[in-house]
């Protein structure tokens, strides 16, 4: 689906990617994780056509992304950023339908087909109840699902997500790791996104993506990756690793 081919990005002086390169295939949920200021928000931006790679090449079913129209791109990638419009006085259904925008014709409003696709993404990510409040009157859990819903509502082939889980607390954290699962699952698209929290990254992922000082330093199963040895060299922590089930869980050494 989306291919990176050795693509390196720098701001002024600052190498912010070096010669990554990493495919993303169908219906997968990938973590990109890695310590600060290793290159995670900059791969997303390359992906999502914010910024343009200064060497190498990104291609999106088989086409290069900067060959792909704006809008007809627009249709099936879609990419949210770690902070997205502000709070202000608009309800979450208009905000919603706005991710519609690639399929209104100019000058058109949109069609009864948008409102629906709107209220079928609000409920998705279980926010139905919130259609009808306005952004500044929700909390901060609540705006993240509002957003969402946007991204959902433009049935992109793959999502790209900078720290979704950002300024939510653990409860919330939870619900949205499995959520994204579910999108996956449900829709057959493809999410990449952004994490700090390694747990909740590997909990329902396909794989993980860890990023090093602009390159990319492993891609591998969550489990491969949630080892006390991975930690210590990618992370500079000492952990323990515990089994539970399927899944490997990381614990810091106190």
């Known amino acids: 689906m989306l291919q990176a081919s050795n693509i390196s990005y720098a701001y002024g002086d600052n190498a912010a990617l070096r010669d990554v390169s990493v495919t993303l ?5 990938v973590a990109l994780t890695g310590p600060n200021g290793s290159g995670k928000s ?13 060497r190498g ?3 999106f079913e088989g086409k290069a992304i900067g060959e792909w ?3 007809e ?17 608009m309800r979450a259904i208009d905000v919603v339908v706005s991710g519609r925008a690639p399929f209104v014709p100019r000058f058109a409003w949109e069609s009864s087909e948008d409102w629906d696709e709107a209220e079928r993404s609000l409920a998705i990510v279980d926010a139905s109840h919130l259609a009808d409040r306005y952004l500044d009157e929700m909390s901060g859990g609540e705006r993240k699902r509002v957003f ?6 433009g049935t992109p082939r793959l999502i790209l997500l900078d720290e979704p889980f950002s300024a939510l607390d653990v409860s919330h954290v939870q619900q949205f790791s499995a959520l994204l699962r579910q999108i996956v699952d449900r829709t057959g698209c493809s999410v990449l996104f952004a994490s700090h929290d390694l747990n909740w990254a590997a909990a329902y992922s396909d794989r993980m993506l860890v990023m090093q000082d602009g390159t990319l330093a492993l891609d591998a199963k969550p489990g491969d990756v949630m ?4 930690m210590r060299e990618f992370f500079g922590f000492e952990v323990e690793s515990v089994s539970i089930g399927e899944r490997q869980w990381v614990v810091p050494r106190v």
């Not at 390359?46 to 343009?52: N, S």
């Not at 080892?227 to 991975?230: D, T």
């Open 25 to 29: 295939g169908e219906r997968q949920l």
């Open 42 to 54: 900059s791969l997303l931006k390359l992906a999502a056509r914010v910024h343009v790679p200064q």
């Open 57 to 59: 090449e990104i291609a």
């Open 69 to 71: 129209p704006a809008k």
């Open 73 to 89: 791109y627009a249709k099936r990638v879609s990419y949210l950023p770690q902070d997205p419009d502000p709070a202000f006085p």
């Open 148 to 153: 969402l819903a946007r991204v959902l509502a």
């Open 227 to 230: 080892r006390a040895e991975v």
